[in-house]
């Protein structure tokens, strides 16, 4: 089948990017709105599923694996989504580190979580393809683009009833392989408007900005990058949902300095904690709230696996369903939230505890949880923890995953130079509390000097 088709493909892909013309055909959308959280009733609790022809994303595919490679580098080293080798895990590392570090030496920070309204759909095609100019897109491939992102129309499918089509204006194509990379290229200049003192977080449209604050002066520092990125998204034409965008302090400081900032004529709203790409951050970078949180969810989702399942006998299958939906919720970006206090270890074992019982069907006291575990081949969500840390240090390390750990931890060099000794042993890290001596790139030092004791990590197999 493969052999039959590919030619056939192959001359059709090459002689659309030879004419620099995008099917019109591949550019009618269905969408299926699937409902998010609240009312059903109000549309924009829905998020929009578009569905588009499979040939087109073959090519889009094809075009992607090219351009990604000619624009990747040009790319900030803060934008964390869509991009190889990063994911929401760097990214809150990262940041993460960085605010704790300033915690640890009772320095006040100032987050901004920013929210754009419809991101991806507000893309202004015109300034887009400007953009595409300026990093070297040219000729034929330019008309590609152009004509990929113009004529597209879409229409909603609900229930297989369709709507007629309408025309897309706007925006890139939602559910396309391209589209996010073209996102990424529009929102990249976003950063060089941010004085140097202000950082910067970016996954995709997830933006936030913070600030070490010491003085009233820091805070009308940051009060003037919130002005600039306000002029960014106006000249954009993007708009922010400001009812949304929200400020967050980090301290410990009983009498931080508070200033109330503003977007555009919006005073933005103060949180005590705030959801962070799925995690849940609070204003003294403590896990606790996050971790309630998840061992909620997966005793509901456990609840009703027991609920709805009763008659699954096959612990495979079971097995296989805490995986996926109980476990999944427990382990998510688990490097940037592992605790070490133990009342917090000892509320997320007890929900495999649970877990291992449904599915082995074994009663209290039958059979013990170290029994349950070697029986499912499971290992206690502690170890789980640490073994996810060492591999993403290990990854970080050995350059499979794109985040200079340079930038977080040291090395011992015994006097010479890591090319002449590969030793990979690292520094044990001066923490003034116990918060910042809990974060992923310092609780790591010990566990990771440890393994390399008994183990060279060049011979690890990840």
């Not at 990424?184 to 997830?206: C, K, M, S, Y």
């Not at 013990?368 to 499912?376: A, G, M, N």
């Given at each position: 089948?493969?052999?039959?088709?590919?030619?056939?493909?192959?001359?059709?892909?090459?002689?659309?990017?030879?004419?620099?013309?995008?099917?019109?055909?591949?550019?009618?959308?269905?969408?299926?709105?699937?409902?998010?959280?609240?009312?059903?009733?109000?549309?924009?609790?829905?998020?929009?599923?578009?569905?588009?022809?499979?040939?087109?994303?073959?090519?889009?595919?094809?075009?992607?694996?090219?351009?990604?490679?000619?624009?990747?580098?040009?790319?900030?080293?803060?934008?964390?989504?869509?991009?190889?080798?990063?994911?929401?895990?760097?990214?809150?590392?990262?940041?993460?580190?960085?605010?704790?570090?300033?915690?640890?030496?009772?320095?006040?920070?100032?987050?901004?979580?920013?929210?754009?309204?419809?991101?991806?759909?507000?893309?202004?095609?015109?300034?887009?393809?400007?953009?595409?100019?300026?990093?070297?897109?040219?000729?034929?491939?330019?008309?590609?683009?152009?004509?990929?992102?113009?004529?597209?129309?879409?229409?909603?499918?609900?229930?297989?009833?369709?709507?007629?089509?309408?025309?897309?204006?706007?925006?890139?194509?939602?559910?396309?392989?391209?589209?996010?990379?073209?996102?990424?290229?529009?929102?990249?200049?976003?950063?060089?408007?941010?004085?140097?003192?202000?950082?910067?977080?970016?996954?995709?449209?997830?933006t936030k900005l913070y600030r070490s604050v010491k003085s009233p002066s820091d805070c009308e520092s940051l009060q003037h990058?919130?002005?600039?990125?306000?002029?960014?998204?106006?000249?954009?034409?993007?708009?922010?949902?400001?009812?949304?965008?929200?400020?967050?302090?980090?301290?410990?400081?009983?009498?931080?300095?508070?200033?109330?900032?503003?977007?555009?004529?919006?005073?933005?709203?103060?949180?005590?904690?705030?959801?962070?790409?799925?995690?849940?951050?609070?204003?003294?970078?403590?896990?606790?709230?996050?971790?309630?949180?998840?061992?909620?969810?997966?005793?509901?989702?456990?609840?009703?696996?027991?609920?709805?399942?009763?008659?699954?006998?096959?612990?495979?299958?079971?097995?296989?369903?805490?995986?996926?939906?109980?476990?999944?919720?427990?382990?998510?970006?688990?490097?940037?939230?592992?605790?070490?206090?133990?009342?917090?270890?000892?509320?997320?074992?007890?929900?495999?505890?649970?877990?291992?019982?449904?599915?082995?069907?074994?009663?209290?006291?039958?059979?013990?949880?170290?029994?349950?575990?070697?029986?499912?081949?499971?290992?206690?969500?502690?170890?789980?923890?640490?073994?996810?840390?060492?591999?993403?240090?290990?990854?970080?390390?050995?350059?499979?995953?794109?985040?200079?750990?340079?930038?977080?931890?040291?090395?011992?060099?015994?006097?010479?130079?890591?090319?002449?000794?590969?030793?990979?042993?690292?520094?044990?890290?001066?923490?003034?509390?116990?918060?910042?001596?809990?974060?992923?790139?310092?609780?790591?030092?010990?566990?990771?000097?440890?393994?390399?004791?008994?183990?060279?990590?060049?011979?690890?197999?990840?």
């Amino acid at each position: 089948m493969y052999t039959e088709i590919a030619p056939s493909l192959c001359t059709l892909f090459n002689h659309s990017l030879r004419i620099g013309r995008f099917p019109a055909e591949w550019k009618n959308a269905d969408v299926t709105p699937v409902h998010k959280k609240d009312n059903k009733e109000p549309a924009e609790n829905y998020r929009p599923i578009s569905l588009l022809p499979i040939v087109s994303k073959v090519m889009e595919r094809c075009v992607c694996n090219r351009f990604y490679s000619h624009v990747s580098h040009l790319i900030t080293s803060l934008q964390h989504g869509f991009m190889r080798n990063r994911s929401c895990v760097t990214q809150l590392l990262s940041v993460l580190h960085s605010i704790g570090k300033s915690l640890d030496q009772n320095t006040q920070t100032d987050i901004l979580y920013v929210d754009f309204a419809k991101a991806f759909d507000c893309v202004d095609h015109v300034i887009l393809i400007e953009k595409l100019k300026w990093y070297g897109v040219t000729g034929n491939l330019l008309n590609w683009f152009t004509d990929y992102l113009s004529d597209r129309s879409q229409r909603v499918v609900i229930e297989g009833v369709a709507s007629r089509y309408l025309p897309v204006t706007s925006g890139v194509p939602q559910g396309s392989i391209v589209g996010p990379l073209l996102f990424v290229i529009f929102i990249n200049d976003l950063p060089d408007i941010i004085q140097e003192q202000t950082r910067t977080g970016l996954f995709a449209d997830d933006t936030k900005l913070y600030r070490s604050v010491k003085s009233p002066s820091d805070c009308e520092s940051l009060q003037h990058d919130i002005s600039n990125l306000n002029n960014w998204s106006h000249n954009s034409n993007m708009k922010f949902n400001a009812s949304k965008c929200k400020v967050l302090t980090i301290t410990r400081k009983k009498s931080p300095v508070i200033t109330d900032y503003r977007l555009g004529n919006v005073i933005l709203h103060r949180a005590h904690q705030e959801k962070d790409l799925g995690i849940i951050v609070k204003s003294n970078l403590s896990w606790d709230s996050h971790i309630f949180s998840i061992v909620s969810k997966a005793n509901k989702m456990l609840g009703i696996l027991k609920r709805t399942c009763p008659l699954i006998r096959d612990t495979k299958v079971r097995r296989t369903l805490y995986l996926t939906l109980v476990k999944s919720k427990l382990c998510y970006a688990t490097e940037v939230w592992s605790p070490a206090n133990v009342k917090l270890q000892v509320a997320l074992e007890r929900v495999q505890r649970r877990a291992t019982r449904w599915i082995l069907k074994s009663k209290v006291g039958e059979m013990s949880y170290e029994d349950r575990l070697k029986t499912l081949n499971l290992l206690p969500l502690t170890y789980d923890r640490e073994i996810r840390d060492l591999i993403l240090v290990y990854k970080c390390i050995f350059g499979h995953t794109d985040l200079n750990i340079e930038h977080f931890v040291s090395f011992i060099h015994h006097n010479r130079t890591r090319t002449q000794n590969p030793s990979l042993l690292l520094k044990s890290p001066y923490c003034r509390t116990s918060t910042f001596q809990g974060s992923f790139f310092n609780r790591i030092v010990k566990t990771w000097n440890n393994v390399g004791k008994i183990a060279s990590p060049e011979k690890f197999a990840v």
